[in-house]
């Protein structure tokens, strides 16, 4: 995955398909629980917004992307040194869960249609639809 593909799709500059297509290989098996990341830098920061999120939930709602290439997209953001987000307001606040959920989902939420929907309605108005159900109860140690 390149930093500057996402960037430009957060931006409106790449369409989803471009984002899918970049996305392609940047996950590689190499072990029953190890999963390599590759991760082509940008050289400048980019400030996070729900409102990049909720575009790439768009785009596993609109079927473009697939619910698990959020945990590719959360993976690359919290790798990243150059995509930020200011953990002490609000909407800083619901980036990082949002992020912490998608890049572990092991321990955190399903990634499903489903749960795309409420991470989405998190984004936008901080209500929280999760339940029990929702969390991935097949994750082993």
């Known amino acids: ?5 996402l960037k430009d799709f957060f931006l409106g500059k790449a369409t989803a398909e471009e984002l899918k297509n970049d996305l392609t290989g940047t996950l590689a098996r190499t ?4 999963t390599q990341v590759g991760i082509v830098d940008m050289d ?5 917004f729900p409102e990049h999120l909720i575009r790439v939930c768009d785009a ?4 473009t992307l697939v619910p698990h290439d959020l945990f590719t997209v959360g993976f690359c953001l919290m790798a990243s040194e150059n995509f930020e987000w200011d953990g002490d307001t609000e909407d800083g606040e619901r980036v990082a869960d949002t992020l912490n959920e998608w890049s572990a989902y092991q321990i955190n939420y399903l990634l499903t ?3 795309t929907l409420k991470f989405k309605e998190r984004l936008v108005s901080g209500k929280d639809l999760f339940t029990d159900k929702d969390i991935n109860k097949n994750y082993e140690l």
Do not use: A, N
């Not at 072990?31 to 190890?34: D, L, P, R, T, V």
């Not at 400048?44 to 996070?48: C, I, Q, R």
């Not at 596993?60 to 079927?63: E, K, L, Q, R, T």
């Open 1 to 5: 995955m390149h930093e500057s593909v």
């Open 60 to 63: 596993v709602i609109s079927g």
């Open 113 to 115: 249609l489903e749960t």
């Open 31 to 34: 072990g029953k629980q190890s």
């Open 44 to 48: 400048s920061e980019f400030e996070v």
